[in-house]
């Protein structure tokens, strides 16, 4: 399918852990599975789940301080409790807890009023259906025999696990219906075969329900974009592609996690990602109530202040130099003809950039406007000179990362 507009334009978007999980603070489902807690002490936690201060609105506006496009919520997780009355179940927010309301619909109403796209995370594992662990998939690298999440072998019954099928791709259905996402993020593909998933005929149905719809790399079939997490990749995935990264360590919330990454940090893989021509997803885990932790806002808002300053840099752009022309990320306009220099260090006397055939025009600071000197040495028929750039003096520092715009007379050859 042709990738929407939209998503191809997008720099930043939210990605929101939020289920049960936060009651207690621990990790969301795998706690459970890998008996960090036990499944009683983690499924009473559905006792605690309140979204008293549950209010969409302010996270909309959050989201859109911090400079993002799009958000992603998780609908359903691991643990099989869904975010909204979801068909064929009555593990939900709306039945199970005294939330006792629909979570979902309140999102995308809150994220559309400010212009954000939709995004909706759905696992195809459910560790909580009684017929999802009715099947193997010898074929994964990472077949554990974990009672949640496959059949003994040889206990396989075929006729409990299409049901289950059925059942999923009767939620994955209604949620296209209800609340017509922008984006599905698929998660838990390992745990079974594209044919045991049904993959195929779901992808098929979701873009039947609405064709425009943004499909994650997680449903293999129908993958519109690569999701690589948590690390940085050293070359760029083929294809358009999401860094999935958390604020702290955790996805959900969890009150021991103090190890949030600073606004430095956070602005430095978002400029690595833009600059490989990636999009960075950034995750927040709200308290059970609905809260987000102050942290994470303060991270949120300074990488959205260092994007709001350099706008230019940002949106619009496309992926810059390839690795060794200039020590830092680099981002281009659409055009070609406007380069920016990402610099994490404070540059000493000079910037300098190799590779560049088109004659430069002007150099100055985003966010100032400073216009700074510049020569070429070198360079011998076909081998371009190095281009030098007098270094921004303290004014133009930003204290995260100074970019330096780099005007071109033609759109830039390298």
């Known amino acids: 399918m042709t990738m929407q507009p939209w998503f191809a334009e997008a720099k930043l978007g939210i990605f929101i852990h939020y289920g049960i999980y936060a009651v207690d603070g621990v990790a969301e489902s795998w706690s459970f599975r890998n008996g ?16 008293q201060n549950y209010d969409p609105r302010s996270w909309a506006d959050l989201f859109v301080r911090a400079g993002a496009q799009y958000a992603v919520l998780t609908a359903k997780h691991h643990d099989g409790v869904s975010l909204w ?29 400010r212009g954000l796209k939709v995004g909706l995370y759905f696992s195809h594992p459910d560790w909580n259906h009684p017929d999802y662990a009715t099947a193997r998939n010898e074929g994964a690298s990472d077949v554990d025999d974990n009672r949640f999440s496959y059949a003994s072998e040889g206990a396989e019954d075929p006729a409990r696990w299409a049901r289950f099928r059925d059942d999923y791709h009767a939620q994955v259905a209604d949620l296209v219906t209800r609340y017509r996402p922008d984006l599905l993020w698929f998660d838990g593909e390992w745990e079974r075969t594209d044919e045991q998933w049904g993959a195929r005929q779901l992808g098929d149905e979701i873009l039947r329900l609405n064709p425009a719809t943004v499909l994650n790399g997680r449903i293999r079939t129908h993958a519109d974009y690569a999701t690589p997490e948590q690390s940085m990749p050293v070359v760029a995935p083929d294809g358009p592609w999401e860094l999935c990264l958390t604020v702290n360590d955790s996805w959900g919330y969890q009150g021991a996690d103090n190890n949030f990454k600073s606004v430095g940090q956070l ?25 987000i932790p102050q942290e994470a806002v303060e991270r949120l808002e300074g ?19 390839p690795a060794g022309l200039h020590y830092g990320p680099s981002t281009l306009s659409a ?73 071109f007379e033609r759109a830039l050859e390298v």
């Open 335 to 407: 055009d070609r003809s406007t380069l920016y220099l990402v610099c994490f260090d404070v540059p000493r006397e000079y910037v300098a950039v190799r590779g560049l055939r088109t004659p430069v025009k002007q150099v100055s600071v985003v966010g100032t406007g400073t216009t700074l000197a510049h020569r070429v040495t070198g360079g011998l028929g076909m081998h371009p000179g190095h281009l030098w750039i007098d270094a921004p003096q303290a004014g133009d520092l930003d204290p995260h990362a100074t970019v330096l715009k780099v005007e």
């Open 267 to 291: 602005v430095h893989y978002f400029a690595e990602t833009i600059g490989l021509g990636g999009k960075l997803l950034l995750d927040v885990g709200p308290r059970e109530d609905g809260t």
């Open 36 to 51: 960090d807690v036990s499944h009683e002490a983690y499924m009473c936690q559905l006792d605690g789940f309140t979204a």
């Open 303 to 321: 990488l959205g202040a260092w994007i709001a300053k350099h706008a230019e840099a940002v949106g619009g752009t496309v992926a810059g130099l």
């Open 85 to 113: 009355d979801a068909p064929r179940s009555e593990l939900d927010v709306v039945h199970a807890t005294p939330a006792k309301r629909d979570l979902i619909g309140p999102y995308a109403d809150a994220m559309r009023e």
